[in-house]
T-cell receptor, first 108, second 118 residues
């Protein structure tokens, strides 16, 4: 069983829809990251969270440490948001564990 | 700033050959990482370094070696390549001084190297 599980694996949305991607983890962590992998393969870090909520533009990330759960929300989705979204957790020390990603397609 | 650069972008190796994947960053980051990404699988940490001269194993280190002689460079060496090492390899770096002022372990990724071992 992976330390990090994401759902859904695949998601198709109409432009403008509100999107939620979920991440659950089973280990103690010091921080959680959300990453975006573009269709060409490049990876960009979106958020680092250790508690609460962060917002950047149309992206919102939340984390509940007690429930070992994080969500990434995209408001007013756009076709350029189409990408794979990856959740990663940093354990104490320097070990990172990654989910397998959620593939998002936003249709115009 | 170029950020994190990786060379080569693509490479095909025969079983048993060796090669070095190059990674360099110009952000003066302390931490550097090597990951592999297999189809349908999450990124797996191979090796990481917290500074020049210091390296440590990640989740999947077998078949690989690293060195960190400078802050900027973190090459990954494959000895005796095997088909199981066919993957996309990503190098990343972060500032990452835990607990210090401005602490962040936001990682900056290179563009990746697609390696095929036949």
């Amino acid at each position: 069983k992976n330390e990090v599980e994401q759902s859904p694996q695949n998601l198709t949305a109409q432009e403008g829809e509100f999107i939620t991607i979920n991440c659950s983890y089973s280990v103690g962590i010091s921080a959680l990251h959300w990453l975006q992998q573009h269709p060409g393969g490049g990876i960009v870090s979106l958020f680092m969270l250790s508690s609460g909520k962060k917002k950047h533009g149309r992206l919102i990330a939340t984390i509940n440490i007690q429930e070992k759960h994080s969500s990434l929300h995209i408001t007013a989705s756009h076709p350029r948001d189409s990408a794979v979204y990856i959740c990663a957790v940093r354990r104490t020390g320097n070990q990172f564990y990654f989910g397998t990603g959620t593939s998002l397609t936003v249709i115009p | 700033n170029a950020g994190v650069t990786q060379t080569p972008k693509f490479r095909i190796l025969k079983i048993g050959q060796s090669m070095t994947l190059q990674c360099a960053q110009d952000m003066n980051h302390n931490y550097m990482y090597w990951y592999r990404q297999d189809p349908g699988m999450g990124l797996k940490l191979i090796y990481y370094s917290v500074g020049a001269g210091i390296t440590d194993k990640g989740e999947v280190p077998n078949g690989y070696n690293v060195s960190r002689s400078t802050t900027e460079d973190f090459p990954l060496r494959l000895e005796l390549a095997a088909p199981s090492q066919t993957s996309v390899y990503f190098c990343a770096s972060s500032y990452g001084l835990a607990g210090g002022p401005g602490f962040t372990d936001t990682q900056y990724f290179g563009p990746g190297t697609r390696l095929t071992v036949l």
